[in-house]
T-cell receptor, first 110, second 114 residues
Framework: RKEVEQDPGPFNVPEGATVAFNCTYS??????FFWYRQDCRKEPKLLMS???SGNEDGRFTAQLNRASQYISLLIRDSKLSDSATYLC???????????FGTGTRLKVLA | DVKVTQSSRYLVKRTGEKVFLECVQD?????MFWYRQDPGLGLRLIYF???????EKGDIPEGYSVSREKKERFSLILESASTNQTSMYLC?????????????FGPGTRLTVT
């Protein structure tokens, strides 16, 4: 089983739709969680950290479910510019390692 | 504004050549990382360094070595390039002291080994 798993998609959604991605992780001792965004042929960039209590940044909401060992990303009112690959990142306690999921591809359609 | 730069965006090398990929960051970050990214496999950690002259193997270190002589520079070396090392190579850095900081990535080097 992979340490961090994501549905690769693609998720094709119309503009204005709400879309959600999940990411599961295998190590219950995981410490920190992030969502990164990667545009085609570009480097990954931090979208948001994921806090235990859940957090929101504009149209984006991230949540953590430690009991079921997954994190989620919800995007409301999707824009064409949201089209990208979204990478889930987990850091296990006591390590320097950032474990990346393979990413979920989102296409927002006009 | 944090900046991570990589020496080349595109590189074509022949099998057996020694290849150097350079990464420089300008934010005085302690931690630096080298990844490769392949379709369907995501980002895989090759090596990382948490201090000058310090290095740790990642998940796929075979065929690679690294050098960190100065804090701002982290080099990845392919001792004898092979076709299965054709990939996108990404360098990243983070502030030190904790692993929970944002990773800043360079633009990547797309290496083709023929």
């Amino acid at each position: 089983r992979k340490e961090v798993e994501q549905d690769p998609g693609p998720f094709n959604v119309p503009e204005g739709a709400t879309v959600a991605f999940n990411c599961t992780y295998s190590n219950s001792a995981s410490q920190s969680f992030f969502w990164y965004r990667q545009d085609c042929r570009k480097e990954p960039k931090l979208l948001m950290s994921v806090y235990s209590s859940g957090n929101e940044d504009g149209r984006f909401t991230a949540q953590l479910n430690r009991a079921s060992q997954y994190i989620s990303l919800l995007i409301r009112d999707s824009k064409l510019s949201d089209s990208a690959t979204y990478l889930c990142v987990v850091i296990f306690s006591g390590t320097y390692k950032y474990i990346f999921g393979t990413g979920t591809r989102l296409k927002v359609l006009a | 504004d944090v900046k991570v730069t990589q020496s080349s965006r595109y590189l074509v090398k022949r099998t057996g050549e020694k290849v150097f990929l350079e990464c420089v960051q300008d934010m005085d970050h302690e931690n630096m990382f080298w990844y490769r990214q392949d379709p369907g496999l995501g980002l895989r950690l090759i090596y990382f360094s948490y201090d000058v002259k310090m290095k740790e193997k990642g998940d796929i270190p075979e065929g690679y070595s690294v050098s960190r002589e100065k804090k701002e520079r982290f080099s990845l070396i392919l001792e004898s390039a092979s076709t299965n090392q054709t990939s996108m190579y990404l360098c990243a850095s983070t502030a030190g002291g904790t692993v929970s900081y944002e990773q800043y990535f360079g633009p990547g080097t797309r290496l083709t080994v023929t």
